[in-house]
């Protein structure tokens, strides 16, 4: 019988393991059915630990044969691994299991992909290869060999012998088994090499399927100014002989940061002008950063536990986050995490769903690589640097490499090296990691005579678990401008620590005109009675980008909702000085491309949920809407004068000018298309040199409802590219109507190329009907019923990629009444599924508590 009620681990229940594990040799016999794989283990009793049953994780796997010292032994089997007498001192293990890597569909362990063998061992899918101690703190030095006829087969570390039918492989730094990888297959390299900061000569290679060659230069380019950035702010070298990436079609998250052999999901690889959008160029940079960046935070330092996850991710983050400021546009950068902060992690932290950067307790660790775990537990590391400042968190982060370099650690060593190094206290810091929710802060200003006081109020709201929140420490950075728009305060740091405080600025002639929370200072959500009179003057004059931007993006939202809750028209005034702001050439084209953007239609949701109000999301269609043509006809002279501005005339480019200049022209092209009826858009279509330009264009015909053509032409161009296939199976989906874009995805679901095994199709398809806010909640609930049947379909297969994906429904209880019905039963027939998996049961279980 199935256990019905899935085991639950807490973090208060951590005990070391009872052995240490000397070294790890693997023989792996590849076959795509009947792989064996032999390991030797040698376990030296744990001094550290309390006695304990000698207990190896193991799942899936056919036990041919297992040994110690020499001798067979019969160790009892669950369907979590097995148990055996063990001597009392040091020991061989040694075992040979049998699995199968072409019915792997989890994506987990080691499959298959398009015939190519590959790994996933994050964050418990070693126990899918061999019986092991299959936990973060249990690290060790790894030899491994592999047998097959595989031309390519690679693994971790450096290379050994190779020869007729095998290679050999050692990595001479200990790791936890989940960054143990294998490749191999039928693979072909772009290399390059690297030269260390000592002078040590590197390999590298990005290993693609052959025919995909043409798609690894600006991968490699990426890889190499990450080195280097490394190397130049951190200090940090890389430490084997070669490094390795690897593209794999089939991967159910980003890309996976295994010790010297990266796998990569193809689609934050792979690109080219013809078949990359300037996001994925963007993008693909940003993730082979992280990765690399892992080398130290997280591989040469990972965590004790899982619930330690943010200590690597969290600070990976926020260094890729660092390294794409110094390559781009610092400020631009900025105001895209804040957007994606309130687009992603906002939502999650103000749902059911909610859970402290340092989650306590969960029952599938899969389900906790979150926007809050990566996103806020970056904004926390980045709070962390302003409140030291940049030359303690240096010697802090100095620091925390040499005394825990080799450790598994916790986010307590982290926080104590922070205190050793700058003799702060941050007991009361460290509730960032521990009190789930976003922080609510009001603000009321006073003044008299020359004093300007402002009074901050902090209140975080209850979440799962956690009714009732102490004040945290919230860097506010504020700057004060002069009537005329001058900066009387430059920016500066309040330390807000209590429920409620107060600062005072003197020595003003006039009362200011505050700029709170610049630079996106802290993740809250500030909570401030602003007139749209100062709003204005803010968008006008503040020197702060990020508040420039969010004066403007407020203003939208104040106007949206006026539009949806009164049927007021549009604020022109915003409008007005949103314009001035676009026709001032000395800005950013990237940062104007920005500032024409509007909240997104899930955002709005958001904002009037935490208004009170009940998200109508066929009126917020209906506003934006209105408010897009408004535009489009008030800004009739200014869309040529900007569109000349956007055009590049040099050969494609992913650089932050020529991209800049592409996003003010989609901005552009998105508003003209309202006015030609698709004109601009079909010409651009039938120009297009590059997968910018192309896809933007298609997107305005989609939107027009001018598509068929050129969806059948883009088809016919492109049918044989997986990558830029999906972009075509969801942009159809996410360009459409509300009333026809679920019918839509019902069709492209029948479409002979609809690989529903594939993630990155199943989330083109699917993912791309949850984005579309005002289709996903049509009326009727059909979009949410055919969700439910296709998760429903995927758990047997996937279910990691299934609970991720189930998260769209986390925002259900903010709705209508029938749509929550809708919802509601949506979720429940996932949960009444027979065999649920572990994954999928947390999720709607906490989706519906
Ligand atoms: N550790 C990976 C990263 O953030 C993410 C990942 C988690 C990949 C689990 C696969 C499985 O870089
Ligand atoms: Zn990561």
């Not at 749209?532 to 106007?559: I, K, Y």
């Not at 019923?785 to 925002?811: G, H, S």
Request: charged share 25%; net charge negative; aromatic share 10%.
């Amino acid at each position: 019988m199935k256990d019905a009620s899935p085991q639950t681990v807490y973090l208060s229940d951590y005990t070391p393991f009872g052995w240490q594990v000397q070294d790890v040799h693997l023989t792996f016999r590849l076959a795509p059915e009947a792989t064996r794989v032999l390991a030797r283990i040698h376990f030296v009793p744990n001094p550290d630990a309390p006695k304990q049953e000698f207990f190896l994780h193991g799942e899936d796997l056919t036990l041919i044969h297992a040994a110690i010292d020499g001798q067979t032994v019969s160790p009892v089997q669950s369907a979590e691994g097995l148990t055996c007498a063990v001597p009392d001192g040091p020991f061989l293990w040694e075992c040979e299991v049998e699995i199968a890597p072409a019915k792997n569909t989890a994506l987990e362990g080691l499959y298959m992909s398009n015939g190519m063998y590959c790994t996933q061992c994050e964050a418990e899918g070693f126990r899918k290869i061999t019986f092991y101690p299959d936990r973060p703190d249990v690290m060790s030095v790894f030899t491994v060999r592999i047998e097959g006829d595989e031309p390519v087969k690679l693994s971790n570390g450096n290379p050994g012998k190779t020869g007729e039918g095998f290679a050999e492989w050692h990595d001479p730094w200990p790791k936890p088994a989940y960054l143990f990888a294998l490749v191999a297959g039928d693979l072909v390299n772009h290399p390059d090499r690297f030269t260390t900061m000592n002078g040590r000569d590197v390999e590298l290679n990005i290993w693609v399927r052959p025919g995909d060659e043409g798609k690894c230069a600006f991968g490699m380019e990426a890889l190499k100014k990450s080195m280097k950035w490394d190397e130049d702010v951190y200090g940090r070298e890389y430490d084997l002989d070669i490094f390795n990436i690897v593209a794999v079609d089939d991967f159910n998250m980003g890309a996976m940061e295994n010790k010297g052999l990266n796998v990569f999901n193809s689609s934050c690889v792979l690109a080219s002008p013809e078949t990359s959008t300037d996001a994925n160029f963007e993008r693909i940079e940003a993730i082979i950063a992280h990765e690399y960046f892992h080398n130290w935070t997280g591989n040469r330092i990972t965590c004790r536990d899982w619930f330690q996850l943010c200590l690597k991710e969290g600070l990976t983050v926020f260094r890729d986050a660092q390294f794409t400021a110094d390559m781009r546009s610092a400020p631009v950068k900025r105001i895209e995490d804040a957007q994606m902060m309130r687009g992603r992690q906002f939502p999650e932290d103000q749902g059911p769903l909610a859970h402290p950067v340092r989650p306590e307790s969960f029952q599938e660790i899969n389900n906790f690589y979150t926007a809050t775990v990566y996103e806020k537990g970056a904004e926390v590391i980045g709070m962390l640097k302003r409140l030291v400042g940049d030359e303690d968190y240096a010697k802090a982060l100095d620091l925390y490499f040499d005394r825990h370099d080799g450790d598994a650690a916790t986010i307590e060593d982290w926080l104590k090296v922070f205190e050793d190094a700058t003799g702060r206290d941050l007991s009361q810091f460290k509730r960032w990691y521990s009190q789930a929710g976003t922080p609510r802060v009001t603000v009321t200003e006073d003044w008299s005579e020359g004093t300007y006081t402002l009074t901050f109020r902090q209140v975080t709201p209850p979440t799962p678990g956690q009714p009732d929140k102490a004040p945290q420490v919230i860097p506010m950075a504020v700057g004060l401008l002069n009537p005329n728009g001058d900066e009387v305060q430059p920016t500066t740091l309040l330390e807000i620590t209590e429920a409620e405080q107060s600062f005072t600025f003197d020595g003003l002639s006039a009362r200011p005109v505050p700029s709170l929370l610049r630079d996106f200072s802290a993740p809250v959500v500030m909570e401030r009675e602003v007139s749209r009179e100062e709003r204005a003057f803010l968008l006008a004059h503040d020197t702060d980008p990020f508040n420039r931007w969010d004066a403007s993006q407020m203003l939208g939202v104040e106007c949206l909702i006026a539009m949806i809750t009164e049927g007021a028209t549009p604020d022109t005034a915003w409008l007005d000085g949103l314009e001035r702001v676009l026709r001032d050439d000395s800005l950013d084209p990237a940062f104007r491309a920005l500032m024409m953007g509007t909240p997104s239609q899930a955002e709005l949701a958001r904002v009037l949920h935490e208004r009170g109000h009940t998200p109508d999301p066929d009126a917020i269609w209906n506003a934006a809407e209105t408010l897009a043509q408004f535009r489009a006809e008030r800004w009739a002279d200014l869309l040529p004068r900007l569109a000349a501005e956007a055009a590049v005339d040099a050969p494609y480019s992913p650089d932050a000018e020529q991209v800049g200049k592409r996003a003010l022209g989609a901005g552009v092209l998105a508003l003209q298309t309202r006015l030609d009826g698709g004109k601009a858009a079909q010409a651009q279509f039938d120009s297009a040199d590059n997968m910018t330009l192309q896809l933007t264009a298609l997107g305005s015909l989609v939107r027009a409802g001018r598509d068929a053509e050129a969806l059948a032409a883009f088809e016919e161009q492109w049918k044989d590219d997986r990558l830029v296939m999906d972009k075509w199976f969801g942009l159809q989906i996410g360009a459409a109507a509300p009333d026809v874009a679920v019918e839509r995805a019902q069709a492209l679901t029948q479409h002979p190329a609809f690989d529903w095994k594939n993630p990155n199709r199943f989330r083109a398809v699917l993912g791309g009907l949850a984005a579309h806010h005002a289709a996903f909640h049509r009326a009727d609930g059909a979009s949410y019923a055919l969700l439910a049947d296709w998760l429903i379909r995927l758990d047997d297969l996937n279910p990691q990629t299934t609970a991720r994906m189930a998260a769209v429904f986390q925002t259900w209880t903010r709705y209508d009444e029938d749509r929550r019905a809708l919802m509601r039963a949506a979720l429940e027939r996932i949960a009444a599924k027979l065999n649920l998996s572990r994954d999928t049961g947390e999720m709607v279980t906490r989706m519906l508590a």
